[in-house]
């Protein structure tokens, strides 16, 4: 559980992953926690990691492109 005095930020970086910081906790489309081992970690908003849904760098080589 988060406590008050830890904060999550996501921040969307441009052409890449959503940066996740902080003790968040990441379910799958059933609500099953998904295990994390880091407490800051990318995940993937162009659809094509293999490591979904965390990223891979798969972007880069993708040309995907965001308005953000």
């Known amino acids: 559980m988060i406590g008050p005095e830890e904060s999550v930020t996501i921040t969307a970086y441009p052409d890449g992953p959503l940066l996740v910081r902080g003790a968040a906790v990441i379910e799958n ?9 880091r407490r800051t970690v990318a995940l993937c908003r162009c659809g094509l ?15 995907f492109r965001t308005d953000v």
């Open 49 to 63: 990691s293999t490591i979904k849904p965390f990223c891979d760098g798969t972007h880069k080589a993708s040309g």
């Open 29 to 37: 489309s059933d609500g099953e926690p998904i295990p994390v081992s």
